[in-house]
């Protein structure tokens, strides 16, 4: 059977959601992002493989903190470890050096406070509807009984618009929908963070600008904590509001930036644009790329403004601002 068409979603509203939301976060999450620290920690991590012929280091001694409800994007070139990474902090490999710990403790193994949504089609079971799908890890967990399950189903397939794709199968399904379903299923879990690589990269350029839109709209209503692996610098400005540049090989932090002040209508202007191009020079000649086109002075005070500020990076005079480049030693 051919694919159905992706019905369209409602758009996210500028300010979130008119009603009260359904913030998931448990009370052990809520009370540490009230003591102030972060949610997870990411300490000195390095990653090794093994061959028969030597050892092979993914990443060295890579530090950085999450905070409940960030946005957090890891971005690099193809064999930096980003995704390595991830697979760590899912619970899925084990550090060679370092220490990953979620809520202080350390990450010793999987967990169903880590939901991992992958960029391969294949990771619905083909043989479960939407709807057994979304229920089957609740249940496979011991999360919550049957009826809660159907509940948190049908409640986000209704968020993620396939409601009335609920008895139907993976095949029948486009690729933007099979990526829908899997994060309908993996916000049904309720994590206490969302991992998600590169989950847009196999779509068209039309469905991932959709889904990526989709996708700030959901934050917008249950602002869960989110890790986001892209190797596209443009993504990482849209989705993210905080991104964490990594050189290759190994993989080190090169720089953090604060990324807050972009968005999906951020894109075309020329702060978003400046700011690409020295994210560009951080990744790949390890220095910022220098203009050359004159940018449009913005209004005083306007979104503008502040993203052109940190486009053009840390001011000199005391008293003016943190800095928005952190650059890693």
Not at 64 to 71: I, P, T, Y
Not at 120 to 141: G, H, I, M
Request: glycine share 10%; aromatic share 6%; charged share 20%.
């Amino acid at each position: 059977m051919a694919p159905l068409d992706s019905p369209p979603l409602p758009p996210a509203r500028p300010g979130g959601p008119a009603g009260p939301t359904r913030a998931y976060a448990s009370t052990r999450t809520r009370r540490h992002a009230r003591a102030g620290g972060p949610l997870l920690q990411v300490d000195g991590v390095s990653i090794d493989y093994r061959t028969h012929e030597r050892v092979v280091r993914a990443t060295h001694r890579v530090s950085f903190d999450v905070h409940a409800g960030d946005r957090f994007v890891l971005l690099g070139a193809s064999g930096c470890g980003k995704s390595t990474l991830l697979k760590a902090v899912a619970g899925f490999i084990a550090p060679s050096e370092g220490e990953i710990r979620l809520q202080g403790r350390t990450v010793t193994q999987p967990g169903p406070d880590r939901v991992v949504v992958f960029q391969e089609f294949d990771q619905l079971p083909p043989w479960k509807t939407v709807r057994e799908n979304v229920a089957f890890p609740l249940l496979a967990s011991r999360t919550c009984g049957r009826a809660e399950a159907a509940e948190r189903a049908a409640l986000y397939l209704e968020k993620v618009g396939l409601s009335r794709f609920a008895d139907v199968h993976p095949h029948q399904l486009s690729g933007g929908m099979k990526q829908r379903v899997a994060i309908a299923r993996a916000l049904a879990m309720q994590p206490q963070v969302l991992l998600m690589d590169e989950p847009f990269a196999a779509l068209d350029a039309l469905t991932r600008r959709r889904m990526q839109e989709e996708l700030l709209g959901l934050w917008d209503e249950f602002r869960f904590t989110l890790i986001f692996v892209t190797h596209s610098i443009e993504e990482a400005l849209v989705v993210g509001n905080r991104i964490a540049i990594l050189s290759p090989h190994p993989g080190r932090l090169r720089a953090e930036i604060n990324s807050h002040a972009f968005g999906l209508h951020s894109l075309g202007g020329s702060a978003f644009q400046a700011t690409a191009r020295r994210i560009y020079g951080l990744l790949f000649e390890g220095q910022d790329t220098p203009s050359t086109e004159p940018a449009a002075t913005p209004v005083p005070g306007s979104v503008e403004a502040d993203a052109a500020a940190l486009a053009r990076g840390p001011r000199t005079a005391a008293g003016h601002g943190a800095l928005p480049f952190r650059i890693s030693v």
